[in-house]
Structures are given as C-alpha cells and as structure tokens.
C-alpha cells in the first residue's frame, strides 16, 4: 500500500452514461497524476496538477475527459457520455515537486458495456 | 506514440534463474525507472538511474542505461516466485513518466 487510494477499484457502466472516479494522494504530495492503462499495454499520461493547477494535459484527454483538483488534496477524474474505447484501468499517482518517482493508487478498472 | 517498447513481451523462467528485460525509449530523459505491476494493481517504484549514470544495483536489481542507444535494461538475479508480475520502463521527461509496453515475467517454483 502506497498510501495512495482510489475509489472505486471497479465500475460498470453503460454506453452514454457519466462516471467519476475518486484519487486521495499522499497527504503532502504536491502533484497529482491521472494515466490510462489499456489490457497489455503501459500507464499512458493523461493529465497532472501541482496543487489546484492542472499545468499539462495529454492529447488523449479528449473534450469528454475533465480533472479537476479543487483544494489540491483530492483529485476527480469524470468522463462524460462514456464510449466502450474508455473500459481501461485509470491510475493515479502522487509525489513531491522535486520527486522523480510517483506512488500509484490501486487504479480504477472502468468497463464500458 | 511515444511510448517506448520493451523486450521479450514475455518471459518465463525458473526460480533461481536470473531474468533480463529490455527497454528502448524515444525521448531525451531526465532518468529512467522501472517499476513493477501485480496482476491488476497499481504500480511499484523499484529503481531509478539517471541519465548521466550506467549502472545501479540495488539489492537483486541490477538497472543499465546507454543514453546514446535509448535503451536500458533491468536484470533481476535469483529469481522467486514472488517476483511474477508486469515489469515497465518508465523515462522521466518534463515531470511525466512515459511507460514502456511492458514485460510479463512469470517465475515457476
């Protein structure tokens, strides 16, 4: 256990339908990381805040995609109007702002039907 | 993409047995870490080595890197069963971290 926590660890939801997923990081980490693991393949960036401020966002972020960091202590990650492309596993990771490595939650295990 | 790829996808040894995975990246790096992945969890940090580095040890992991070729490689020696998981490269560049696709080690007793 990392430290890091997400809930929930698994959604089912239909196509169309709107889900938000829940990241609690490390209580003094500054930054806060979203990435999206499909079945085989590596964690793929999605976004990251350092406090509130999102400072960089992924081109696999589409319109349907927002995070938001409100405090700068939780993080929720929505997807609207939700497509069977986004059944993945969503990651989030906390660190300091002079840390290289990043602590991963659990992941989120969203599946689209 | 600029996901990097590792090699082999997959491996399958024996414990006792040392384990050797292989990962190119695309981009100029800050460092390179491997982390490690149970089936269906989160991920693990285990080393991290900077680009002006060669080699580091720690413990049984033993990390290359050779910043000309883009390639770095993780060795893990006297494997055990409990080392069975999804081993990935990660380079660090610009405060994100770009994963490889991934090694599936699966360690036999």
């Known amino acids: 256990d990392t430290g890091v926590s997400q809930d929930p660890r698994h959604k089912i939801t239909k196509r169309g339908q709107n889900v938000t997923f829940r990241c609690d990081p490390i209580?003094?980490?500054?930054?806060l990381y979203w990435y999206r693991q499909t079945l085989g393949q590596g964690p793929e960036f999605l976004t990251y805040f350092q406090n509130e401020a999102q400072l960089e966002k992924s081109r696999l972020l589409s319109d349907r995609f927002s995070a938001e960091r409100p405090k700068g202590s939780f993080s929720t990650l929505e997807i609207q109007r939700t497509e069977q492309g986004d059944s993945a596993m969503y990651l989030c990771?906390?660190?300091?702002?002079?840390?290289?490595?990043?602590?991963f939650g659990p992941g989120t295990r969203l599946l689209v039907l | 993409s600029q996901q990097g790829e590792e090699d082999p996808q997959a491996l399958s040894i024996q414990e006792g047995e040392n384990a050797t995975m292989n990962c190119s990246y695309k981009t100029s790096i800050n460092n390179l870490q491997w982390y490690r992945q149970n089936s269906g969890r989160g991920l693990v940090h285990l080393i991290l080595?900077?680009?002006?580095?060669r080699e580091k040890h720690s413990g049984r992991l033993r990390v290359t890197l050779d910043t000309s070729k883009k390639s770095s490689s993780l060795l893990i020696t006297a494997s055990r069963a409990a080392d069975t998981a999804s081993y990935f490269c990660?380079?660090?560049?610009?405060?994100?971290?770009?994963f490889g696709t991934g090694t599936r080690l699966q360690v036999f007793p």
């Open positions: 080595i900077r680009s002006n580095e």
């Open positions: 990660a380079s660090h560049n610009t405060d994100k971290l770009i």
């Open positions: 209580s003094e980490h500054n930054r």
């Open positions: 990771a906390s660190s300091l702002i002079d840390q290289e490595t990043q602590y």
